[in-house]
């Protein structure tokens, strides 16, 4: 196992006087690699604070060119950028932030064996994609080699939260997404003020470095929510689904 240099503990040093983190946790982040589904809004917000925090190694994962109006919310872009893919913007502007950790940017959709090969070689995938279908089928693939899953989505005013590891009691995204119904709304169609999308990325990048660090308690099933109108957090605990095509007994 590799360990952090003199240089990486001055570097790391406001993370590893934490006693609950201390030298452990931050070794832990330096063998971890991420595996980052989206570099939008979620996605630009979710990667600074893990590429600053330590993490080892991140790969960030999508087939979309910077727009003008992506800039309202997603910051590692520029107007230099735009028409650029968003992957090389976003790797090109992390890449300032950290030297020692090893960036890859994919600029195009994988496919179902591509993405289930990249799951398995990472040791956690932040959820940062725009759409339900992406979604279930991180889940899925996530729950097939057990790799813990951090999901996040923000619309409007609001956001959400939530993470799996898969263990044997736990739900999955699919025991929530159940509960959505059909309608789908996109940020094109319902508007997002921009900070929101900063809030539930850095509570992503929270998690995951909870989770790979192992950082507290992960209880079973936590969605957060949050409201931007009211400034107020609300927690829920997900029940496992019996009949769930994914995680349950069926």
């Not at 979710?46 to 800039?71: K, M, Q, R």
């Not at 119904?181 to 992503?204: D, F, K, R, T």
Request: net charge negative.
């Amino acid at each position: 196992m590799e360990i952090l240099s003199d240089q990486e503990m001055l570097r790391y040093n406001r993370q590893i006087i934490l006693r609950s983190f201390d030298f452990e946790g931050q070794e832990a982040l330096k063998q971890a690699s991420i595996l980052v589904i989206g570099a939008g809004g979620l996605g630009c917000a979710a990667t600074p604070y893990l590429v600053s925090a330590g993490v080892g190694a991140l790969t960030i994962v999508d087939d979309d060119v910077v727009e003008l109006s992506n800039l309202q919310r997603q910051i590692l872009h520029t107007e230099s950028d735009i028409n650029a893919f968003k992957v090389d913007s976003a790797k090109a502007s992390l890449a300032q932030l950290n030297s020692h950790c090893h960036l890859t940017s994919i600029a195009r959709r994988l496919d179902e064996q591509e993405l289930a090969e990249a799951i398995r070689a990472h040791s956690l995938v932040i959820d940062a994609s725009d759409n339900l279908t992406t979604r279930n089928q991180l889940n899925r693939l996530c729950h097939q080699y057990k790799t813990p899953l951090v999901s996040g989505a923000a619309i409007r005013l609001e956001g959400q939260v939530i993470s799996f590891t898969y263990q044997d009691d736990e739900p999955c995204y699919q025991c929530l997404s159940t509960l959505f119904g059909a309608n789908e709304l996109s940020c094109v169609e319902a508007g997002i003020l921009a900070p929101v999308v900063g809030v539930i990325g850095s509570m992503q990048a929270l998690e995951a470095v909870r989770i790979l660090s192992n950082l507290g308690e992960h209880k079973l099933g936590k969605l957060m929510m949050f409201d931007a109108l009211s400034m107020k957090w609300q927690e829920f605990t997900l029940p496992k689904q019996a009949q769930c095509e994914v995680c349950g007994s069926k």
